[in-house]
């Protein structure tokens, strides 16, 4: 089990410091070779489909119907985490997930129909492990009031992001240039093997909640506010990464530049981490929830104008951009979470976050495909465009909501004078102090 640990607050918070916290290596590196997998997931079965159909339309339905499912089932596997500990839920989970992939890839071989494709799809996308979240919810436990918070959130956002560049290109090696189905065999086999060696790392995992053994009352991360704003919030950057992927790849091939596409996402990626890692060596003297708002008044500004981008230097630009906007949004909502929900939920919480971005992307990535196929490229970047000007005018409306509910607590003392309640306050900087208040 773990527990908080107490940093120096003398010592500028950045990367070094953070992963010289104790046992910190030990769940890092075990964390992201679970979770490389994950960004090798989607891309190896529209490869294999799209190869066994001859059809785009099927292979993205089947992309689909497996973002769907992760993104319906990852709340109740943070759920289960956060009540029974990170490894009695992940050796099931992983040895489920190599299983069904395995069958999928199976069924395209043998040129199963599109339905039964699809059906296989549902428990594929289900059993995906929630790696992120959980290794997120051990920095929460770890780092639990220190400042080194928002830097382990950078961390954490540039290792995904490092998995959806390095997992892609992988995945695409393999399936082009080995075979088909090598791209799904190869995520789960090391979706196997890489969660199986994080689950062992049991010394750091964040202690079970169960209420039936501790008496403590459950609670459920959708019970904050906060996050359920937060959770529209990260729709809209889902649908962002699932706009720009369907919508760079058909700008590519109307400039009669398929190639282009891999350069055009890449520079996006490239700006998403490079503000990624800047966001974590940056002591911030704003408050999150004002980081949250500008961040994303920032990224709605920039991707309502894409659709008016007919060259791919100016596309590339401003895809760098997108991305350097998207980190500072991404970022600082996960931060917020250790503000917004109890300890005991927070896993739950964030795998709320993480299947938002799913299902966002999922949906981006039908609703642009139909509209590029009738319409072109420009019209499918309207998609992501859309969505982040619904998501930024629900961050604005209830912005109050995701100021953290300070707890309290009644110190008594034995002179005979009232009782005066100790309330924990925090400021818009993020910086907390007591306030004495007598109660009558």
């Known amino acids: 089990m773990t527990s908080a640990v107490t940093t120096d607050k003398s010592a500028r918070p950045g990367y070094g410091q953070l992963l010289r916290t104790p046992g910190a290596i030990g769940f890092v590196l075990p964390g992201f070779a679970a979770r490389l997998p994950f960004g090798m997931l989607t891309i190896s079965i529209l490869l294999l489909v799209q190869h066994t159909t001859g059809s785009y339309g099927s292979a993205g339905i ?3 119907v497996t973002g769907i499912s992760m993104a319906l089932s990852a709340p109740l596997m943070g759920i289960f985490t956060d009540r029974f500990g990170q490894s009695a839920v992940l050796i099931p989970v992983v040895l489920t997930h190599a299983a069904a992939v395995s069958g999928l890839a199976v069924l395209a071989l043998m040129d199963a129909p599109v339905l039964a494709l699809a059906l296989a799809a549902i428990p594929t996308g289900a059993s995906v492990p ?3 979240p959980m290794v997120r919810a051990r920095w929460a436990a770890k780092l639990q009031g220190s400042p080194l918070m928002p830097t382990a959130a950078a961390f954490e956002s540039v290792s995904d992001e490092f998995t959806f560049v390095v997992g892609p290109v992988l995945a695409t090696a393999l399936c082009t240039g080995v075979h088909p189905a090598a791209g799904l065999f190869t995520e789960a086999t090391l979706t196997l093997l890489g969660g199986l060696l994080f689950a062992a790392q049991r010394a750091t995992q964040p202690k079970p909640h169960a209420p039936s053994a501790s008496g403590e009352k459950r609670t459920f991360a959708l019970s904050s506010p906060g996050l359920r ?9 889902g649908a962002v990464f699932g706009g720009m992927q369907v919508s760079l790849a058909a700008f590519a ?9 891999g350069l055009l996402y890449g520079i996006f990626a490239a700006g998403n981490m490079i503000a990624g890692i800047a966001m974590g060596a940056i002591t911030w003297k704003i408050g999150p929830r004002r980081r949250l708002l ?12 894409l659709w008016a981008a007919h060259s791919a230097v100016l596309l590339g630009a401003l895809g760098l951009v997108v991305g350097l906007c998207i980190a500072p949004a991404l970022i600082t909502g996960f931060t917020m979470v250790e503000q917004l ?6 896993t739950e919480a964030f795998t709320w976050l993480t299947g938002s971005i799913a299902f966002g992307q999922a949906i981006a990535v039908t609703l642009a495909g139909r509209l590029t196929d009738a319409h072109g490229s420009s019209y499918g970047f309207l998609v992501p465009a859309a969505a982040t000007v619904l998501a930024l005018v629900s961050l604005l409306a209830l912005r109050g909501k995701l100021a953290p ?9 034995s002179a005979p004078a009232a009782p005066k309640v100790i309330r924990n306050t925090v400021n818009e900087r993020g910086i907390g102090h007591r306030v004495p208040v007598t109660v009558d």
């Open 229 to 237: 704003v937060l959770i529209f919030a990260f729709l809209g950057i």
């Open 405 to 413: 509910k300070a707890p309290s607590r009644i110190v008594t003392s």
């Open 294 to 305: 500008m961040g994303y008044v920032g990224l709605t500004a920039v991707v309502s104008v």
């Open 62 to 64: 089947v992309a689909a």
């Open 253 to 261: 091939n109307e400039i009669g530049n398929p190639g282009a596409n």
């Open 130 to 132: 929630q790696v992120g």
């Open 341 to 346: 929900v109890p300890a005991n939920a927070r």
